[in-house]
T-cell receptor, first 116, second 112 residues
Framework: GNSVTQMEGPVTLSEEAFLTINCTYTATGYPSLFWYVQYPGEGLQLLLKATKADDKGSNKGFEATYRKETTSFHLEKGSVQVSDSAVYFCALSDKKDYNQGGKLIFGQGTELSVKP | GAGVSQSPSNKVTEKGKDVELRCDPISGHTALYWYRQSLGQGLEFLIYFQGNSAPDKSGLPSDRFSAERTGGSVSTLTIQRTQQEDSAVYLC??????????FGEGSRLTVL
């Protein structure tokens, strides 16, 4: 079945460090891919998405590129801030055409802690 | 409010009791999802409603779990004969078809 695997946390970085959170997936076809973020005390919210191979999603300085050859969607940011401390979830849709509806399958989440 | 609303925010119950968790989605959202978030386990899919289609119940962990969505809006997740392993945060989300999921803040269930 469809699944998502994320690198284990917690990840602790100093402010302005480079961030990579690895995400790989198993799916039939080419699902849409997502990163959601959960800030302390808040609900999950969409960070970025990519709906087809080689697409790059970006938001708030974060980027992720849909790599079908490596079935990956790694999250990167060039210079993290203390305010980026949160739990990050990688997810995929279970339908090839997400516009036709479908549920999201999430990874286990990666906790990021950024120290000043 | 304009967001997804869940109640209760916290529920403590005794093993063997039944519990009901409620979700009010964003008005007009045709899709509604329930997930379970356990410590160190990430988000576990439970059930998905989309319009008038039959719900996708493939994630329900046992027949003690059930959910319904009345009038295409409010949803109730029911857990019968609760067990300690049911303790978790239960998250509801809603979306337009093919759109971003908007999550509620969750209902934290503790089974003693």
């Amino acid at each position: 079945g469809n699944s998502v695997t994320q690198m284990e946390g917690p990840v602790t970085l100093s402010e302005e460090a480079f961030l990579t959170i690895n995400c790989t997936y198993t799916a039939t076809g080419y699902p849409s891919l997502f990163w959601y973020v959960q800030y302390p005390g808040e609900g999950l919210q969409l960070l970025l998405k990519a709906t087809k191979a080689d697409d790059k999603g970006s938001n708030k300085g974060f980027e992720a590129t849909y790599r079908k050859e490596t079935t990956s969607f790694h999250l990167e940011k060039g210079s993290v801030q203390v305010s980026d401390s949160a739990v990050y979830f990688c997810a995929l849709s279970d339908k090839k055409d997400y516009n036709q509806g479908g549920k999201l399958i999430f990874g286990q989440g990666t906790e990021l802690s950024v120290k000043p | 409010g304009a967001g997804v609303s869940q109640s209760p925010s916290n529920k403590v119950t005794e093993k063997g009791k039944d519990v009901e968790l409620r979700c009010d989605p964003i008005s007009g959202h045709t899709a509604l999802y329930w997930y379970r978030q356990s410590l160190g386990q990430g988000l576990e899919f439970l059930i998905y409603f989309q319009g008038n289609s039959a719900p996708d119940k493939s994630g329900l962990p046992s027949d003690r779990f059930s959910a319904e969505r009345t009038g295409g809006s409010v949803s109730t997740l029911t857990i019968q004969r609760t067990q300690q392993e049911d303790s978790a945060v239960y998250l509801c989300a809603s979306s337009l078809i093919g759109g971003e999921l908007f999550f509620g803040e969750g209902s934290r269930l503790t089974v003693l």
